[in-house]
C-alpha cells in the first residue's frame, strides 16, 4: 500500500517561498505520475503541477513560473518549490501518486495534506 506524507507548509508573507515535501512509503517505481493538488476553502480541488517518470510536467495557469515541481526517486520524494507567493496561493496542498505517464490526473493515491497560508 502507496503512502504520502507532506510536510513543508505554514504562513509566510506574500512574495516568500516554500518547499513542500512530499514522502513516499513503499516504491515509486510504479507511480508514473505525480503531481501537487490544492483546495482552499469553498473552492474545488484544483492542479497545482505534475510530472512523470519520463520528465515531463505541467502546471496549473496561476502556478506556471512561480512554482517548480521535482521528483527524486533516490529519496522517494517529491516536491514543490514556491517563490512569491500570494494571498490566494492559501490552500490545503496535497501530494498526489498513482500509476500511468500521462500527464491527466489525478491518480489514486492522496496525502492527507499541508496547509499553507499566505498572509501579512
Known amino acids: 500500500q502507496v503512502q504520502l506524507v507532506e510536510s513543508g507548509g505554514g504562513l509566510v508573507q506574500p512574495g516568500g517561498s516554500l518547499n513542500l515535501s512530499c514522502v513516499v512509503s513503499?516504491?515509486?517505481?510504479?507511480?508514473?505520475?505525480m503531481g501537487w493538488y490544492r483546495q482552499a476553502p469553498g473552492k474545488q480541488r484544483e492542479l497545482v503541477a505534475a510530472?512523470?517518470?519520463?520528465?515531463?510536467?505541467v502546471y496549473g495557469d496561476s502556478t506556471k513560473g512561480r512554482f517548480t515541481i521535482s521528483r527524486d526517486n533516490a529519496k522517494n520524494a517529491l516536491y514543490l518549490q514556491m517563490n512569491d507567493l500570494k494571498p490566494e496561493d492559501t490552500a490545503v496542498y496535497y501530494c498526489?501518486?498513482?500509476?500511468?505517464?500521462?500527464?491527466?490526473?489525478?491518480?489514486?493515491?492522496w496525502g492527507q495534506g499541508t496547509q499553507v497560508t499566505v498572509s501579512s
Open positions: 498526489n501518486a498513482g500509476p500511468g505517464t500521462t500527464l491527466t490526473g489525478p491518480r489514486p493515491y
Open positions: 513503499g516504491s515509486m517505481f510504479d507511480l508514473g505520475r
Open positions: 510530472t512523470t517518470n519520463l520528465g515531463r510536467t
